[in-house]
């Protein structure tokens, strides 16, 4: 008897603002992350970047090339880079006796990142040029940081169902259901977490000038 998962997708933003003299870096694998990487079945993960062009030759130009263009998060609000991410899981059920536990179980994790993208004119100064490379820098580093933490999220969530074992499948059924649901609601308050110890990206250096 197969299974299907739900699909669940989360949206994840931070908006750039002046920086913090605390900085703090991208979440990086801890210790239990890496034993589920290890121990788990592999997850399918894919990632790509998109992009949205601006111009101008000023920082001021080009903040506000960002707020008319950047992309929208859920609540409508413009932001300068956005990640999203979905997670989707698929399993089958067997029985063998008096137990059941869940086969071919498949996760699969798809995050997109939306960046700006600027082509310096002859106009620009060199300080505008250096001023955006490192906040180029520090976005790709805050949304790198979302993009751990939904890898973490796919093997946390490998690693549960494929241990689930159940009396019957149609209990087993459920109970994947509860640990996924549960699962990907962890992963969503990791993610809010992690903007607000770093404001958006502000502690990170996240910063387009005056």
Not at 14 to 30: G, I, K, Y
Not at 66 to 85: C, F, M, N, Q, Y
Not at 181 to 206: L, S
């Amino acid at each position: 008897m197969n299974h299907a998962g739900l699909l669940a997708a989360a949206l994840f933003t931070f908006a750039c603002a002046s920086s913090s003299p605390e900085p703090v870096s991208a979440p990086t694998p801890d210790a239990d992350s890496a034993a589920l990487a290890r121990t788990a079945l592999r997850a399918s993960i894919t990632g790509r970047e998109q992009y949205y062009d601006i111009d101008g030759s000023s920082a001021g130009a080009l903040r506000t090339q960002i707020h008319r263009l950047g992309p929208k998060d859920e609540s409508g609000k413009s932001r300068d880079a956005l990640t999203v991410w979905s997670l989707e899981w698929t399993y089958g059920t067997a029985q063998r006796g008096d137990s059941c536990a869940l086969r071919d179980v498949k996760v699969t994790l798809d995050v997109s990142v939306t960046l700006p993208r600027w082509t310096p004119p002859s106009t620009a100064t060199a300080q505008l040029t250096d001023t955006w490379r490192a906040y180029l820098r520090n976005v790709k580093l805050h949304e790198s940081g979302h993009r751990a933490i939904a890898e973490r999220n796919a093997r946390e969530l490998m690693s549960a169902l494929t241990a689930l074992r159940g009396a019957s499948c149609d209990k087993l059924s459920g109970e994947a259901t509860r640990t996924a649901e549960r699962i990907v609601a962890d992963g969503r308050a990791r993610n809010r977490a992690y903007d607000i110890q770093t404001k958006h990206g502000q502690t990170q250096g996240v910063e387009l000038g005056p």
